[in-house]
């Protein structure tokens, strides 16, 4: 028996099933098989396509609830309202709530498409009269489909009863791309010579770009085709796909449905809260498709008859008792509908937006002409002078008038229109069927030809290429962080199946948890907000809680069916395995269980205007919060601390400072608020313009009075504000003054680190620690200055060597102050540079005498241990290695 090879187009609007068979002159031909099923009324029917409409009925008498398929389920829609799930392709892949009744058993996507595929199956099992519906079947889906989208179908035909897994338990390659159904359907239509074979010559390799319009989807792709010198069929390259885009036929029909609503409410004197306007606009969605349609014909049949449509040509709907008894009556002309359907056809873009991608947003992003510019963007990103050989036209909606001569204007170009678009898709993936059925054998003889490379050096994916074509990753797969960024993890247009993409220490938990939430984005924005949408959420569970810190190591893993495989581990421990599971219920910001999003290392762009305003939401009532809610404040510190931190990391630091300069003149002295714009300044000092910096320390030199100084509730502040002023040395003076005048011994340390950061003398801190007797740990502050001043400076004084003697004496008598303290001296007495002074070498000698007999057989901690022998090989003159040079940077940080 020849043997059959089966493709089903689920679609959104209609779905249909086609079977292929080789001929005696070796061609394959695929057919539709006509699909029994009720009919309107609910007689029975045979039609090529099968509405993917899925009516649950209710058995009164008996019980129970049975699933209807077809054109009697389409005409209960927009009367059996919760009953009744139409398009149910744009749920795929999601996990929030159907517009069903919750006494249906099937409540998910999957469950719901598996109805349309079984109805499908059992038809051409009756059909063909075979001993059992196939098991091995192609399903196609939009190339925009994200991995959660891929997968949900892959459940839907396992549901079904299709073998979808091999032996191992991984899935099979049983999807194929829409567009590239098409492609295959075209190819193999002039081999069988249904079409013109001078259609388009692949001979040589043609750019094609594929705009597959549908009843709910956009499925927008470029390819690169050439014809195999293996076999029969083509290779098919994907260069690059569409963002996933819900626009199609229905969107048309809702459209033009809410006028027509606006317009029964009009005519019957109603206002929305007097109607069920689900109901009504479920309704109007249906007169609007015929009002399309007969428009649509018109159009169509005037290019034959030479008459063209007039814009004031009218259109009529008249029914007596359209809704509730009540009539209705419409007239919108040919112009009227043009305007209504403007917002989805994208009449201001045009090819000038490619390569400024990222300034479309909002409206100019939803309708048809984006997800094209889309395409052409990535394309010429890889190749500048990329250009569209020709235009393939398939989906019903594509017979719509505006569709062709929309893409035309665009293009220049005339589409080239399948016979019948609503059938294309399953025919190319019967056709598919064959080409896959093929493989293995065209594999061998590949191998054969490959005469100057080991076959075993020969990866499957390159096999793959060569003889099935490209597949690439349509949309870039970014992980949401927290505050509203992503992270990108696998670009758009990367070739698939991606292999093991690793990422180590690049994220890490930003609070102590147990649980986290792991939301997958895709498109090209750096936030969460458009163009990026959201596809489901995973969720790690720890096993217990990790602190704040804890570096997470993740493993992408993209397969040609783009099902994504995520795993990973914490910290160094490559056993500690993280445990993933796809939560269904995670709220829109993660709200169930509070789970949180990790955070990232990376340097990357910030959102100026999010970052501060979170800032300033954060820190407008700390006081309150400090008074009444203690855990309250230390989530709003820490979520402060965190973008702080962010900033600090960010390659934009220098946007920041209008920003902040605008919000520290709006605050009062003691705001703690105003402590946080000082940090945020102090991070960005760097990049202050002469002028920000002259406004900055004007600010601050307002609050070095006596008035502001005395208040204690500034001081915390004032701390902040003293330690800007070491960021400039022109503050030199300004902090001395303030060291020597009132107040100078409440702010004795803040002004100490400041002139430690600036200064190459400085008489009057070098006095105080000499006539210093008692010491303690408030000290630390005056020891690092001097370690920074005379580090650094070039004027050295007897009286330096009487601070050495301090600090070994220190070193040796007080723990607390030993680690700065030596850090301290070995900045001092650092001998690895030729210097302007002349330091006495027996002196240092003498230190480093001391130091060592006094630790030579002393029990150390492993920190004290690193940080003394680091600082007595620079006192040596030692060089240090790459690893002591970053301990020693760390360590003077």
């Known amino acids: 028996m020849n043997k059959l090879y089966y493709g089903i187009d689920l679609g959104t609007t209609n779905s249909a099933i086609a079977y292929g068979h080789m001929e005696a002159n070796e061609n394959i031909v695929t057919r539709i098989c006509k699909i029994s099923r009720n009919g309107k009324e609910g007689g029975q029917e045979n039609k090529d396509t099968l509405p993917s409409v899925v009516y649950y009925k209710k058995d009164f008498k008996k019980g129970g609830i049975t699933a209807i398929v077809g054109d009697f389920a389409k ?87 299709l073998e979808v897994k091999d032996e191992n338990g991984k899935y099979r390659d049983i999807l194929l791309y829409e567009p590239k159904a098409v492609i295959y359907n075209v190819i193999n239509m002039m081999e069988n010579g249904e079409i013109p074979k001078n259609t388009i010559d692949f001979s040589k390799e043609k750019n094609i770009l594929v705009f597959d319009l549908g009843g709910g989807t956009l499925d927008v792709a470029l390819y690169r085709v050439k014809n195999s010198k293996l076999g029969k069929f083509p290779i098919i390259d994907e260069i690059s796909v569409g963002r996933y885009t819900s626009i199609g036929g229905d969107t048309f029909d809702s459209l033009l449905g809410r006028e027509l609503s606006k317009i029964f409410l009009e005519y019957n004197d109603l206002s929305p809260k007097d109607v069920n306007m689900d109901e009504l606009n479920q309704i109007m969605e249906g007169k609007a498709e015929f009002i399309k349609l007969e428009l649509s014909d018109k159009v169509f049949n005037s290019k034959y008859t030479g008459k063209k449509i007039d814009d004031n040509e009218e259109f009529e709907i008249v029914e007596m008792g359209l809704y509730k008894g009540m009539e209705f009556e419409a007239y919108l002309t040919k112009k009227e509908i043009e305007n209504i359907l403007n917002p989805v056809m994208g009449n201001n873009l045009s090819l000038d937006f490619v390569g400024k991608m990222d300034k479309l947003q909002g409206q100019d992003i939803n309708n048809i002409i984006y997800p094209v510019l889309d395409v052409l963007d990535k394309a010429k990103k890889q190749d500048k002078d990329f250009q569209v050989d020709g235009i393939i036209l398939n989906g019903g909606m594509t017979r719509f008038y505006l569709i062709e001569e929309r893409l035309k204007k665009l293009f220049q170009i005339d589409p080239i229109k399948v016979n019948d678009p609503d059938l294309s898709v399953a025919r190319g993936a019967a056709y598919y069927h064959y080409c896959l059925d093929k493989y293995e054998s065209i594999r061998e003889q590949y191998l054969k030809e490959v005469k100057e490379v080991n076959k075993d050096t020969i990866k499957e994916k390159e096999i793959q290429r060569e003889i099935l074509g490209k597949v690439v990753l349509n949309e870039t797969i970014n992980l949401a962080l927290d505050k509203g960024y992503v992270k990108s993890l696998v670009e758009a247009g990367r070739e698939l199946p991606t292999g093991d993409i690793i990422y180590e220490n690049l994220f890490y938990l930003p609070r102590d948890t147990n649980k986290m939430e792991l939301p997958f984005y895709l498109g090209r924005g750096e936030t969460t907000e458009l163009p990026n949408r959201k596809i489901a959420s995973r969720v790690i569970n720890f096993k217990r809680n990790y602190p704040k810190g804890t570096p997470i190591n993740f493993i992408v893993n993209i397969d040609r069916n783009k099902n994504l495989t995520l795993s990973g581990y914490l910290g160094e421990n490559k056993n500690e395995i993280i ?315």
């Open 75 to 161: 005409n209960q829609y927009g009367k059996k309202y919760g009953y009744v799930m139409k398009s149910v392709k744009n749920y795929m892949g999601s996990y929030g709530e159907l517009p069903l009744d919750k006494e249906i058993e099937d409540q998910s996507p999957e469950a719901i498409s598996a109805q349309i595929l079984k109805h499908l199956l059992r038809g051409i099992k009756e059909k063909l009269s075979l001993d059992d519906y196939p098991r091995d079947v192609i399903i196609t889906i939009p190339a925009s489909f994200d991995p959660d989208m891929c997968e949900a179908t892959l459940k839907a035909a396992e549901i079904s009863g």
């Open 579 to 893: 445990d993933i599971i796809i939560e269904t219920n995670v709220g829109k910001d993660g709200a169930k269980g509070g789970f949180l999003k990790i955070a990232t290392q990376e340097e990357k762009r910030l959102n100026v205007k999010m970052e501060l305003e979170i800032l300033k939401s954060m820190g407008k009532n700390l006081e309150k919060l400090y008074k009444e809610n203690r855990t309250d404040y230390k989530k709003a510190i820490q979520r402060m601390d965190d973008v702080l931190h962010q900033i600090s990391l960010c390659t934009n630091k220098v946007e920041f400072q209008h920003g902040a300069l605008d919000i520290l003149f709006t605050l009062e002295n003691s705001k703690e608020l105003k402590g946080y714009i000082f940090d945020l300044l102090n991070i960005i000092g760097d990049t202050l313009t002469e002028k920000s910096k002259k406004i900055l320390l004007s600010n601050i030199k307002g609050m070095l009075n006596d008035f502001v100084l005395g208040n204690i509730r500034n001081r915390k502040n004032i701390k902040k504000a003293i330690g800007l002023l070491g960021n400039y040395k022109e503050n030199e003076k300004l902090l001395r003054d303030l060291l020597n005048g009132k107040y100078g011994n409440i702010y004795f340390q803040e002004i100490a680190e400041a002139l430690g950061k600036i200064s190459e003398d400085n008489p009057e801190l070098l006095t105080r620690a000499l006539k210093k007797k008692e010491w303690n740990i408030e000290d630390r502050a005056l020891i690092n200055s001097l370690g920074n001043i005379y580090g650094r400076g070039k004027k050295v004084e007897e009286r330096i060597y009487s601070l050495g003697d301090r600090l070994v004496n220190l070193i040796l008598e007080e723990k607390s102050l030993r680690e700065i303290s030596i850090i301290s001296l070995g900045k001092i007495f650092d001998r690895r540079e030729i210097r302007e002074i002349n330091l006495k070498d027996k002196i240092i000698e003498k230190y480093i005498k001391t130091l060592e007999e006094e630790f030579r057989y002393k029990e150390l901690d492993d920190k004290f241990k690193e940080i003394l022998e680091i600082n007595l090989n620079l006192m040596k003159g030692l060089p240090l290695n790459g690893e002591e040079e970053k301990i020693y940077e760390k360590m003077i940080g």
